[in-house]
């Protein structure tokens, strides 16, 4: 053995020596780690029934065991697994099945809030029409012009009209929150946006509606009237407060829904977006309801269905949902020839898309471009506009 395979020899178990020293700290923090996992697991399968569990009962529940920890409703509700055990689950789209594993989930964060639109809940009854105007975080351009032409809030007829977009989120990590701090800096401006932290999508829709509602009994339990409706419709405003001021023997605290009607509707069986399983919606007929583009109703009803939706699981398809929760009070929804929620049939009636004078008479029209409405409102509100055709709606 010479002086150099010495030296390297030293060198090698200087190495080893503090591998080992290394070594114990390994083993330590693997322990610990173990430990904490062990924790954590517990912790939270406690906490898993607790999430579902209402204010009032979690308070009892407290009183009695101590061994529940609070946790607070922004807690992300988890997955219901058994929905894979649902018939022919493998065969559904990815959006179907996520519907289906979340379709127990009710409750989530608020984002953006104006708890104050309508005066606070005593004074809500003083708003005449709140237009509730279901929106995704991408459509900037759709808010910029309704708030400038139908949706806008004003004093109409002696009554005040004001207004609220809804929404969800989209994507995820910076590019959901690039569309996030799109929808503060526009409500930041209006004070118009309720926003919760749910995927914004189709399948979500009534999930949507749903935490409107709740949000309503909240803060606007008393509002006369409501429209509700897409992003994409033309609302003849003027002509609904005066539909709604002309209804005899209702101030809003009576039944009112009207639209489209759609009577013996077939759920869709084969691959559309309205693709309804079997397996998710038993029924060959959908109860009827009015069409999603737009519908209007009165406080009355909106929280009637609200009460009944707590009975009744989620559907993934809005306007059908809404039909079951009327039937199950034992209210019909009416049809409203003045709604054209399928948009306008201009072949059959010889009319004309652009004719402002045909959409002066209608209460609601469904997709329009963004730049025909801007100019439709304000041709239908030209003084110099003479209509010589009558629609007679
Ligand atoms: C407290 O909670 C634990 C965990 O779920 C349960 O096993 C136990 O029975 C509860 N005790 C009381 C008094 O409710
Ligand atoms: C989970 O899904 C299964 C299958 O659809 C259903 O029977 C069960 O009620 C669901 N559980 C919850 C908590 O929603
Ligand atoms: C599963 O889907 C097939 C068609 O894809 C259908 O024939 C069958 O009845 C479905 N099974 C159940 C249990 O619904
Ligand atoms: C609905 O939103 C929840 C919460 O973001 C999400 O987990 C779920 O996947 C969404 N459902 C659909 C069908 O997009
Ligand atoms: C909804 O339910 C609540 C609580 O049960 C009740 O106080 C309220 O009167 C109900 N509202 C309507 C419109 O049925």
New binding site residues.
Partial sequence: MNCRTMVHLSQKMRILKIRRKHLKYCLLAGVLCLVLTKLCKDFFKHNKVYLHMQKDDRQKQDDTNTSYVYVPPQTVCQQNKSAANIPNFSSFSGPMQDFLYYRHCRHFPMLLDVPDKCGGASQSAEVFLLLVIKSSPVNYDRREVLRKTWAEEREQNGVWIRRLFISGTMESGEEKQRLNKILELEHREHNDILQWDFSDTFYNLTLKQILFLEWM?RNCPNVRFLLNGDDDVFANTDNMVQYLQNLKYNDGSRHLFTGQLNVRMVPVRSWSKYFLPVEVHEADVFLPYCSGGGFLLSG?????I??MS?SITLLPIDDAYMGMCLSK?GLEPSNHVGVRAAGLDISSNNMDRHDPCVHKELLLVHKFPTSHLYLLWNRIHDPKLKCFVSTKL
């Fill in positions: 009994e009355y009803t909106a929280m009637v609200y009460n707590q009070a």
